[in-house]
């Protein structure tokens, strides 16, 4: 269930065997097929109508139908009086009662009538049971429901601006119900006896200055309908880093449904919902300054905030694989920072036919030797640096070379907030023996390390696994413990290589697998 506006209602429990709540009546009449029967002696005494064949009709004329009411035979037994939209309200001049067997149908208008189920439901079974159903309506008036085997059902918007009763069942009879099957927005008075039984299937919009009386299940007790008061101090974040922080809405518990921005933006990358949260990954460093507001029926409250967004310095780390002439060459650095550094080549000579690239080094080598260079990493929050040495081994007989591959698993669905696993697996298909193998895994945003298996470290969202020999045929595998703190579709990546043995082939040196998270 969710209620949408403020209100200010009474809670309190009615007792078993209380006198049973019904609307004054002045006065009424009696209609049926068989004619009028006085009730009452007063001289604007409001005219009753009784659902039946002829008063089906009469309540159609009383608000000028669009058409003729239409009479059903009712599943279990009995009959359904539908009577549709109209130009006019059921006037406060009216008393609709609907006696045993029949369920009165309306749509499409307003009533300030009284409308109420005769004592008489239900007397006989379930064929007799009488019942009323609320479609698109403005209740005005009273709607009393005061009798075992009597029964209200909403569909559609039904605004409640008069009074609804839904009384004590009689004695050994079955409690009467109400089933809220659409928008019910009480602006009037609601009362649900203790006997009774209130169902809600959808929607229950509490307002201001609306009264309910009873213990109704799925509607918790709410705050007093004051204006509300918004406050908090949000810190500050930095590039690429998860943010989360609660504004505070007091008065009113409900009246955070209606926080928004009205003036300046948020950093990008965060977003604020209806119950305060501020949360997501900044995406641009900066000093954001913006205006939040919240109101109710009673009045409203603004707060103006500043945020201030920081870079993150860059880190780089990592080990240069070995090549060999004439073979594709592919290795990466660890790299972390936000906003992301950029790669340059600080000092040194890159091996002949290598080029850096924003991922690392990739090329075909021309020439053999060894090669000493020093590579940085710089973004808006400073510089980092480091100093490889690359050996490019002439080419050989294909028996000095391996053959590494990674395969990277996972789930293909997991929970938000429960833990899964990835499976990393590096093989070593030859013919030589692949020495100082780093696997490494990068870990998708939004998805925390909790574990991982064997010699590892780890940097930030980056998971690296050493080996110090893999021979030709054989295979080392390793799982990584994670769990996710957001929804949607999640890809991580892994890549393998060798610090001192040349790969003769890298287009199998990474893999992605993608989990959805739900």
Partial sequence: MSVHDPA???LARRRPGAPRILAAVLGALLVGSSGL????????????????????????????????AEITPRAGGGSTCFVPSGFGPLGDDVVVEIPAGWTLSLAGLSSDATIR????????????????VLDRITNRGTIEIGSSASSVVTEGSVTNEGSIVLGEAADGAAAPTFTNAGRLTNVGSLVIDDEAVFTNQLDVNLK???????????????????????????PAGQVAVAYSYVYSVAGDSRAAANLRVAEGALPPGLYLNFRGDLYGYPSQAGTFTFELTTQNDLGGSRLTDTIEISAVAPTI????????????YYSEYVVTGAPAPVLTLASGTLPPGVELTPFGLYGRPTTAGTFTFTIAATNSAGSARITSTVTIAPRTAVATTADLRVDLSAPSSATKGRTFAYAVRTANAGPATATSVVTKVVLPQGVQFVSASGNHKRYG???????????????????????????????AAAAVLSTKTPDQDVRDNTDTTATSIR
């Fill in 8 to 10: 200010a209602p009474v």
């Fill in 37 to 68: 029967a006085p009730l009452s002696p007063a001289s604007a005494a409001p005219t009753t109508i009784v659902v039946g064949e002829t008063g089906c009709q009469e309540v159609a004329g009383n608000i000028g139908a669009q058409g003729p």
């Fill in 117 to 132: 189920t005769s004592d008489s439901c239900g007397a006989a079974g379930e064929a007799d049971a009488c019942a009323l």
């Fill in 208 to 234: 201001c200055g609306s009264t309910l009386t009873g213990v109704v299940a799925g509607i918790a007790p709410f705050d007093a309908c004051t204006p509300p008061t918004l406050s908090g101090d949000a």
């Fill in 317 to 328: 780390t990592g080990t240069a694989a070995a090549g060999m002439v004439g073979e594709d």
């Fill in 461 to 491: 969202p980056i998971v690296v696994f050493t080996t110090p020999s893999l021979a030709n045929g054989r295979t080392a595998t390793q799982t990584i413990t994670v769990k996710s703190t957001t929804t949607g579709q999640k890809t």
